[in-house]
Structure formats: C-alpha cells, structure tokens
C-alpha cells in the first residue's frame, strides 16, 4: 500500500517561498510509470493541478502556475518538493500530493496539508 504525507510551515508570509515535501512509502517513485503530483484546493473552491513529476524526472506544470512553480525529487529519501515563489494570500489552500498513472488521474493521496498565506 503506498503512503504518502506532506509537510511543511503551515503559514506563509506574502512574497515568501512556499516549500512543502512528500514523503513516499510502500513505493519506489522512481517506478515505471507513475507521476507524482501537486495538488491544492483553495477555501470554497475546486481542486487545482500544480503541477508533477515523473518516474523518470521529468517536470510538468500548470500553464498558469509554470511561472513560479518548481517540482524536485530527492530519490534517496523517496521524497518529491513543491515550491511556489512569490506567494499572495490567493494562494492560501489545502495542498495535497498524489501519485497516478498520469498528471490528471490518481489512485493514493496524502492525507492534505493547509498552507495560509499571511502577514
């Protein structure tokens, strides 16, 4: 059974750098052929793909969120990171990581993380 768990500050300062980590068990993500993703869902809203990253390393992004978003992996840990530069409080949300056989479909999910953008 693959786990997975975020961490990471829960609040954020406006402008800041938003870095949050999830840290895989049960399963190799360097495994063919799945994609680790990043996922959030702002208070009172939907669910929104960030972005992800492939068994092979590769990166993937939402169009809009390319800009100031970065998606690494540390395979010695089995750990993959968001970061979101220049944050506002627009980007207040729940932040979740997830694992699929594609960047838009997933089968496990990290339990979520909230992340509040505030001075």
């Known amino acids: 059974q693959v786990q997975l768990q975020e961490s990471g500050p829960g609040l954020v300062k406006p402008s800041q750098t938003l870095s949050l980590t999830c840290t895989v068990s049960g399963g190799s993500i360097t495994t063919s052929y799945y994609y680790w993703s990043w996922i959030r869902q702002p208070p009172g809203k939907g669910l929104e793909w960030m972005g992800s990253?492939?068994?092979?390393?590769?990166?993937y992004y939402s169009p809009s969120l390319r800009s100031h978003t970065s998606i690494s992996r540390d395979t010695s840990k089995n750990q993959f990171s968001l970061q979101l530069s220049s944050v506002t409080p627009e980007d207040t949300a729940v932040y979740y990581c997830?694992?699929?056989?594609?960047?838009?479909?997933?089968?496990?999910w990290g339990q979520g993380t909230q992340v509040t953008v505030s001075s």
């Open positions: 990253i492939g068994y092979d390393g590769n990166t």
């Open positions: 997830a694992r699929g056989e594609s960047t838009t479909e997933y089968d496990f």
